[in-house]
């Protein structure tokens, strides 16, 4: 199909009225991006946390990938799955799920394919190649909005087809196999990860939000987007954005350093960053890819041109210079040694940091930040570290961790990002954890921030998976639409 900003703008504003989310003259407008393709942009100027636009998935489905476990295809829950009573292959949880027209139509479908029973081994990989299928079922009007969607085409996409064809002998007509290719080359290029569910039953799907699909991505992003339990994506600016600024996500995960954000980018979704953080060599003086100098052994080594593949980097103090290939070694080495540490290795991950990590690499380096963030999840959370069995010095540890990335987050020009809002919740909790022993053994009491859980609970607003006593914050109306 012919990609034009009217077709593109036409087909957006009628999606979002059929699903009664369009609004009258919207903050966004889609335009020509720099960038290549299409981009979206501030159509007037937005303030910091306004909702920019809601969007809903065209497609829903489970996600591909071996470490996702298998879901109910109708619920996305995890538990009580059986196989379908009409034999399709699918699994489902409930006589709900079972009955639901939804999973009638696509029950049907799949049965019309079979040339032979799927056997129970193989029903979890159609579960898991499904998402296609149900664009088969899509109205016309809303194949039409699939096909003015970006699409990788590539050899590299549309393994679900070939699951389906060689492995569960699906007798799919041609053109049928054609479009689904096709979808799996639009979802390569446009899925986001939604997370569904409630509190302690969550899983991890993929959605295709059409419009929250034409947003580009800058490693500074200028949004915040967050699935409520609709899974509709609501998107607002974590940023003040002046009008005709283009309206930015981030693909990528914040804290990682430029060569593993680029590298990751260039693998899943086939581009060479080249925005303003990627650009500069400090990442806007926060050193996250940095290493030390084995040489002067203070000085920060830094790429010369980080936008250079395999090019020089080179010390800041001394100015001894070091091939990229090392540099990558050394992140590869940490990479592995912090994959390898369980929950249990809370004393031995603070020891690392604390000895070998900061002989290496500086204090804000991707790994030190990555084993920061992964010890403020496990304490307070992870069984044997819950609040209650904290050890004073873990609680003091946690809340040195929270702030030290909240800081990081501000040098990355972040604004109310994710990750602060998560980040201020849990210092709140180490501050109200602090009152509480405080208070039992009698001495003066700390006050517990409550602007740290108002902004949080400001920057999670929507999100499904925003703790209980955050969304007890919310507004009435927000309150209400998650019921
Ligand atoms: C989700 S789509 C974004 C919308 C797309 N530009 C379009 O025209 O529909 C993702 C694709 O857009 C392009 N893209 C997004 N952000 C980019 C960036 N910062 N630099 C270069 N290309 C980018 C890449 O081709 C990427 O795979």
């Given amino acids: ?87 399709c292959g699918l699994k489902l949880c409930s006589d709900k799920c079972q009955n639901s027209s939804k999973h009638q139509k696509e029950c049907k479908i799949v049965r019309q394919w ?31 909005v699939v096909r003015c969607l970006k699409a990788h085409i590539s050899d590299q996409h549309g393994f679900e087809v070939d699951v389906m064809k060689k492995v569960l002998y699906l007798d799919v007509k041609e053109d ?41 991505h800058s490693c500074t992003p200028n949004t915040i987007h967050v699935f409520d339990n609709n899974q509709h994506m609501i998107v607002r600016a974590s940023t003040f954005i002046p009008k005709g600024t283009e309206i930015f996500h981030s693909y990528s995960r914040v804290i990682w350093g430029t060569p593993t954000r680029r590298f990751h980018l260039f693998r899943t ?46 010390c800041e103090g001394c100015a001894e210079s070091i091939n990229k290939k090392d540099v990558a070694a050394l992140s590869s080495l940490l990479g592995s040694t912090l994959n390898s540490f369980t929950n249990d290795d809370v004393e031995i991950m603070l020891k690392f940091i604390t000895t070998k990590l900061a002989t290496v690499v500086p204090e804000n380096n991707e790994t030190v930040v990555e084993l920061k963030y992964k010890l403020i999840w496990i304490l307070g959370h992870e069984r044997g570290f819950t609040w209650t069995e904290l050890s004073d010095d873990h ?47 009698g001495s003066a009491s700390k006050t517990s921030d409550k602007s740290l859980l108002l902004e949080a609970a400001d920057i999670l607003m929507y999100d499904v998976g925003a703790p209980p006593e955050i969304k007890k914050l919310w507004p009435d109306e927000i309150k209400l639409r998650e019921q």
């Fill in 176 to 216: 049928e196999e054609m479009f689904m290719r096709f979808v799996c080359c639009v979802m390569d290029a446009n899925a986001f990860e939604v997370i569904v569910g409630s509190e302690n039953n969550q899983s991890s799907v993929k959605g295709l939000y059409p419009l929250g699909s034409l947003a580009n």
């Fill in 1 to 87: 199909m012919q990609r034009n900003i009217d077709t593109l703008t036409k087909t957006i504003h009628k999606y979002l009225e059929r699903n009664s989310l369009y609004v009258e003259n919207p903050p966004w407008e889609i335009r020509k991006s720099d960038l290549g393709g299409f981009g979206v942009f501030a159509a007037r100027s937005i303030e910091t946390g306004e909702l920019i636009f809601r969007d809903y998935p065209i497609i829903l489905g489970p996600r591909a990938a071996l470490t996702c476990p298998p879901l109910c295809v109708n619920c996305y829950g995890k538990d009580n799955l059986r196989p379908c009573e009409k034999k």
């Fill in 395 to 441: 609680l003091l540890a946690k809340e040195k961790f929270c702030g030290e990335l909240l800081a990081l987050l501000e040098l990355l020009r972040l604004g109310q990002c994710k990750m602060r809002g998560l980040l201020l919740y849990e210092l709140y909790c180490c501050h109200a954890e602090q009152k509480r022993r405080q208070a039992k053994a």
């Fill in 114 to 144: 079979q040339t032979r029973p799927i056997p129970e081994e193989l029903s979890e990989k159609l579960g898991k190649v499904f998402s296609p299928i149900r664009a088969i079922l899509l109205s016309d009007e809303d194949k039409k």
């Fill in 269 to 314: 979704k086939h581009f060479l960053c080249k925005c303003q953080r990627c650009e500069d060599p400090t990442e806007f003086g926060s050193y996250v890819s940095a290493i030390l100098c084995k040489n002067c052994k203070t000085g920060k080594v830094i790429p010369i041109d980080p936008l250079i593949h395999n090019g020089k980097w080179q």
